[in-house]
């Protein structure tokens, strides 16, 4: 069975840093994508950034390429997202997921179905 958990959130002020992680259960993160998604209050969930299997090209909507970064450690089966100069408008509950070996929808800026597998979520609140 297929487990994700989300860890790292929490409570910050706009310009600080963050770091979530998604802890893998049941699957090798080497051979699937692992996706970030948020959801902001009364928003629709969006991609945020994704590494993929096998080499681990990182792909993000145009909107988050330049702001965020995702990375993997295969040994401990977790992939990171690393969140610099947080603003406000970042508040939100961030998701990883997996299913595809792909990033599929992360360049379009869409929720592929295709991530089936998700975790519970972690929030995140910026304000100052």
């Known amino acids: 069975q297929v487990q994700l958990v989300e860890s790292g959130g929490g409570s910050a002020r706009p310009g600080e840093s963050m770091r979530l992680s998604c802890a893998v259960s049941?699957?090798?993160?080497?051979?699937?994508?692992i996706g970030w998604f948020r959801q902001a209050p009364g928003k629709e969930r969006e991609p945020v950034s994704c590494?993929?299997?096998?080499?681990?090209?990182?792909f993000a909507p145009d909107s988050m390429r330049d702001r965020f970064s995702v990375s993997r450690d295969t040994a401990k089966n977790i992939v990171d997202l690393q969140m610099p100069t947080l603003k406000p408008e970042d508040t939100a509950v961030y998701y990883c997921?997996?299913?595809?070996?792909?990033?599929?929808?992360?360049?379009?800026?869409?929720?592929?179905?295709?991530?089936?597998?998700w975790g519970q979520g972690t929030q995140v609140t910026v304000s100052s």
């Open positions: 590494i993929s299997s096998g080499e681990g090209k990182t």
């Open positions: 997921a997996t299913g595809p070996n792909y990033c599929s929808g992360f360049l379009l800026g869409t929720v592929s179905p295709a991530f089936d597998s």
């Open positions: 049941g699957l090798a993160v080497e051979y699937y994508a």
